[in-house]
């Protein structure tokens, strides 16, 4: 899943199969969020993975470990290249929704589990108010990634202007999966923290998610054409 993950933030299917013929048959990356996942359940996936494309299932999970591995096992089943959970969940959730994934994976290679840090949405002011947390926002994250890894899975979501610092501390094979990327020209929306997908792999990004950038842009094959150049250059 190196490719450039283009997340589908759209409602209905209709809407997602207007969207990928554009890209006449070429295989991609793409994430399924919540918004598509709860609006029309599971068989999203199976669709999605029926045209070939590797699929990030972004439901970023949060409750007690018993609970999230339990989902994990059913998750694993739908046969996702990789998931996610919330670090702020704890090493034990973390720990119990890798078991999961281990447990439903019926291939044998269970999908990647990361765990996002702090929200890219998330500024430090509204981190240390909102969350009563003293740290820096690059401490909190730098802290969740550690116990990501000590938990056993594959890396984490943050933003990439973290990667590098992540990479060094946690090494070069800790995924770092970065969204709030825009190409020069857009708006940053309501992320706070954004860079380009040039910048991104310059600071040690080492897969981008792209939303708004591509799927509103007026010509998306085109758009996602600069963001895999950009990512590649
Ligand atoms: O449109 P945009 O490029 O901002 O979309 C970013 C995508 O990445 C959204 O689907 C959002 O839910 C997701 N995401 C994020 N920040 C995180 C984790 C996921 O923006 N920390």
């Not at 409602?11 to 554009?22: D, G, S, W």
């Not at 993975?49 to 339990?70: G, M």
């Not at 281990?102 to 840090?117: F, M, Y």
């Not at 899975?153 to 070069?172: F, P, R, T, Y």
Request: hydrophobic share 40%.
């Amino acid at each position: 899943m190196n490719k450039p993950i283009i997340a589908l933030d759209f409602q209905t299917y209709q809407e997602v199969e207007a969207f990928l013929a554009q890209f006449s048959g070429e295989s991609l990356s793409v994430k399924v969020g919540m918004e598509l996942f709860y609006s029309n359940g599971p068989a999203i996936v199976e669709k999605i993975k029926q045209q070939n494309h590797a699929i990030f299932l972004d439901l970023k999970l949060h409750d007690i470990p018993n609970t999230v591995k339990s989902a994990m096992i059913g998750l694993a089943k739908l046969g996702v290249d990789m998931v996610n959970v919330h670090a702020s969940g704890g090493k034990k959730m973390m720990e119990a929704a890798r078991e999961g994934l281990e447990i439903g994976s019926t291939s044998g290679k269970r999908p990647k589990l990361i765990a996002v840090t702090q929200l890219t949405s998330t500024s430090e002011t509204d981190m240390q108010k909102e969350q009563l947390v003293k740290a820096s926002l690059l401490e909190s994250v730098l802290h969740y990634s550690d116990l990501t890894k000590r938990a056993g899975l594959d890396g984490v979501v943050c933003s990439a202007l973290e990667a590098e610092e992540i990479k060094l501390q946690n090494g070069s094979d800790f995924l770092r999966v970065t969204p709030g990327i825009r190409l020069a020209s857009d708006a940053a929306d309501d992320q706070i923290r954004v860079v380009t997908p040039k910048k991104a792999r310059s600071i040690g990004s080492s897969n981008i998610v792209v939303g708004r950038s591509i799927t509103r842009a007026n010509d998306p094959v085109a758009a996602y054409n600069q963001v895999l150049k950009e990512w590649n250059a």
